[in-house]
């Protein structure tokens, strides 16, 4: 059977663009430029597929407007809340994304922004710019040994930070929509209600989807259930996060700090975070290692070469 032709909506990674040739004739992003809607559907003209990413809204706009030749879309992402999969099927067209090759390195990354806030990392750096030397009041953290991990969602991401949360001989436990298989619990505690996970535990850790149902679960009211020594972590998406109330909780230190990687309205996240110095922030950096980054374009290419050929792949959603 023929290559397939495909056209890729963001500058790749020189290792992943030489995958991606190496399996389809594709049409590169060259400039690094971000592309509009408009754009990405008139690169996709005479495309057999796409190879997107978060950046890219595929709502049922964006579906109803894809050139006739597209035949499966891809994103450069494991979240999927930019695609509107009932969309997708109703049109039948397969989209896949890029579970599992991440997991470690996004919860590798979780525990960077647990231990930088615990240490006091943003103070720390912002110290060392006038440092009159060390005192033993200087910036004291919290330990994380025999602490309680609360993670909510516990999925692949969610259970690799868990596993390193032990390994730093922290309790582990959870909240999901389900309880767990004990060999996917691995001992840790089970809470069906998010908010008592969230009074119990010392670090807080958002690592469930962006749905309807999680959009702005973190507000005012949850917020308030902490104890004034937690930390909260968002690995996950922004937008499960309501600012106006993590940012109040932080200024008026009603919570230790918070470590984020992920924010509403990227890349334009609300400034008061930077200001603040119990708080940690990165710019979605969650899932950016060479290995991750070149596992995700494999497993992208697995599945359109598997949509090409008709055959089933493990990462496809529609
Ligand atoms: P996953 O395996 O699907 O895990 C998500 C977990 O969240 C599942 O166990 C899911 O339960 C649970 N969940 C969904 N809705 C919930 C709710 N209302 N209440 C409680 N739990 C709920 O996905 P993953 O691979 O671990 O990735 C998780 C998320 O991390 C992704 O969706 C993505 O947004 C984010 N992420 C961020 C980065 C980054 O760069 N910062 C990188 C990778 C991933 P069910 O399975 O029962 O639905």
Known sequence: MS????????????????????????????????LTTDQVLKGLEGKDALFGNVGIKMDA?????????????GTYSVGYD???????KAKGMPVFNTPDVLTDTVAECAMLLTLSV?????????LMQNWKGWTPLQLNGMELVGKTMGIFGFGRVGRAI??????????????????????????AAYYPKPEDLMANCDVFIL????????????????????????????????????????????????????????????????????????????????????????????ILIEGLLAAKDGKPARNRLA
């Open 3 to 34: 290559r397939w032709s495909i056209f890729v909506a963001a500058k790749m990674p020189d290792y992943v663009e030489r995958d991606i040739a190496a399996a389809f004739d594709a049409t590169f992003n060259t400039t690094g430029e971000k």
């Open 61 to 73: 706009d964006f579906f109803a407007r894809l050139p006739s030749s597209v035949k499966a879309v």
């Open 82 to 88: 930019h695609v509107d999969l009932a969309a997708a």
């Open 118 to 126: 615990a240490r006091r990392i943003t103070e720390s750096v912002a």
């Open 162 to 187: 868990a596993e390193r949360g032990r390994g730093f001989r922290m309790q582990i436990a959870y909240s999901d929509l389900n309880k767990l298989p004990p060999d996917l619990e691995q001992g």
């Open 207 to 298: 690592a469930c989807n962006s749905t309807p149902e999680t959009r702005g679960f973190l507000n005012r009211e949850r917020l308030a259930k902490m104890k004034p020594t937690a930390i909260v972590v968002n690995i996950a998406r922004g937008d499960i996060v309501n600012d106006d109330a993590l940012i109040e909780a932080l200024a008026q230190n009603r919570i230790m700090g918070a470590g984020l990687d992920v924010f509403n309205n990227e890349p334009n996240y609300d400034p008061r975070y930077r200001s603040l110095p119990n708080a940690f922030i990165l710019p979605h950096i969650g899932s950016s290692t060479v290995e991750a980054r070149r596992g995700m374009g494999r």
